[in-house]
């Protein structure tokens, strides 16, 4: 007759990081030189774990996004 054990067995959780479970993103207010035209535009550089976006603030239009793994450093500048 087999033996069945009353102890229950554990189940398996996923191990959560909580990097990649946040939504949005540490933005900046800067401003972007325009080569063609020599204006400056006013954008919102925003930062998340997955990527680097920058966006014109009056129009909302995407201006540059790019994989944030892609990013090799940052420099900092006075201008």
Do not use: Y
Not at 19 to 26: F, H, M, N, S
């Amino acid at each position: 007759m087999p033996l069945f054990s009353s102890k229950k067995k554990e189940r398996w959780r996923p191990r959560i990081i909580p990097d990649t479970l946040q939504k949005g993103a540490i933005c900046w207010q800067v401003s972007l030189e325009d080569s063609k035209t020599g204006s400056l535009v006013h954008c919102v550089l925003a930062i998340s774990t997955d990527s680097v976006v920058l966006v014109e603030e009056q129009s909302r239009d995407l201006v540059f996004v790019a994989p944030a793994k892609s990013v090799l450093g940052w420099a900092t500048s006075t201008n």
